[in-house]
């Protein structure tokens, strides 16, 4: 099958009237997040590849995506350089939690999960089963083949929709306020970094051999299964990166906030102490102007 992240290149030519673009690109990933799971689940594995189990990886995606929009956007986006965030100023901005909204991103979430399954049908053999007959080059088979150059080119077109995007955005006049954090992008990014070329390099020192599973496999295979595995791993240590930093970036916030909110208090009460004007209960002396004959209204109301 195709990377696991190749996957959301289906939500390029999809994200058209009201289907969610985040949702069809999660959706699209959502039947490999079991793999990701460090936890060995029996019969878990392959059930969002089934067609009867479509529900399950359904709901997952959902989950992801509520996180994503809850907990993930708006942190992310603070990660990005100036001219990106200025660029990113309208997607960053709050998603409308009402019932329409959920149920098209549902929706989305669900026609992405499809098209992952569609795909993994062609590129395992199942619709197209003369990819796993014949060998091309020593024990690479044409399914090999088709998956690897699959995960290529929806690699590329998504860089490329990427850089397309960015280029034609109109960025904001104004760099979007997503957050507290300035100087701490580049302690970040480097930290996120270091966890996950330690994961990479304490995967690495795996031998090869430890992955085989039966006699006949050869040295490529072998070699091919563990980069596979420590792309896995990779991902693995760089959500869990994110997920922290998105942790530490929404408290922070919501203690900038609070301590805002509190200045703004104290700020408005020593104002109203301060009020000019004459004090009412004040009582004045001297001859008071007689007035006769009828009032001019003052547009007081009695």
């Not at 999660?26 to 079991?34: E, K, L, N, T, Y």
């Not at 001219?83 to 709050?94: E, N």
């Not at 070699?223 to 998105?246: E, G, Q, R």
């Not at 919501?254 to 020593?270: F, P, Y």
Request: positive net charge; aromatic residues 8%.
């Amino acid at each position: 099958m195709p990377f696991t992240i190749c996957h959301a290149a289906v939500a390029i030519p999809m994200s058209r009237d009201r289907l969610v673009p985040s949702a069809l690109a999660i959706g699209a990933m959502s039947p490999d997040f079991v793999k990701f799971v460090p936890v060995t689940l029996p019969e878990i594995g392959s059930l969002g590849h089934q067609m009867s189990e479509l529900v399950l990886g359904s709901l997952m995606g959902m989950g992801v995506f509520v996180v994503f929009q809850a907990l993930l956007k708006r942190p992310l986006v603070a990660l990005a350089p100036g001219w990106a965030r200025r660029r990113l100023a309208g997607p960053s901005q709050g998603f409308r939690w009402s019932a329409r909204t959920l149920g098209w991103a549902a929706l989305s979430v669900f026609l992405g999960a499809i098209t992952h399954i569609v795909l993994d049908g062609v590129t395992h053999g199942d619709i197209l089963p003369f990819l796993t007959t014949d060998t091309v080059v020593g024990s690479v088979s044409r399914q090999q083949v088709v998956q690897d150059g699959l995960s290529i080119v929806l690699g590329v077109a998504i860089i490329a929709w990427c850089v397309r995007w960015m280029v034609r955005a109109i960025p904001a006049e104004e760099e979007p306020q997503v957050g507290p954090l300035r100087w701490w992008r580049v302690p970040v990014w480097t930290g996120m970094a270091l966890l996950v070329g330690l994961a990479a390099l304490n995967f690495a020192l795996v031998p090869a051999e430890a992955f085989r599973i039966n006699r006949w496999q050869t040295e490529a295979d072998l070699v091919w299964t563990k980069l596979a595995m420590l792309a896995v791993d990779t991902v693995m240590a760089l959500t869990f990166s994110v997920f922290v930093y998105a942790l530490i970036h929404t408290a922070l916030q919501l203690i900038a906030t609070l301590r805002q909110g509190r200045g703004g208090s104290r700020a408005d009460g020593r104002e109203r102490t301060t009020l000019p004007g004459p004090h009412p209960l004040r009582a004045t002396t001297g001859p008071q102007p007689q007035t006769t004959g009828p009032q001019q209204h003052l547009g007081m109301r009695e």
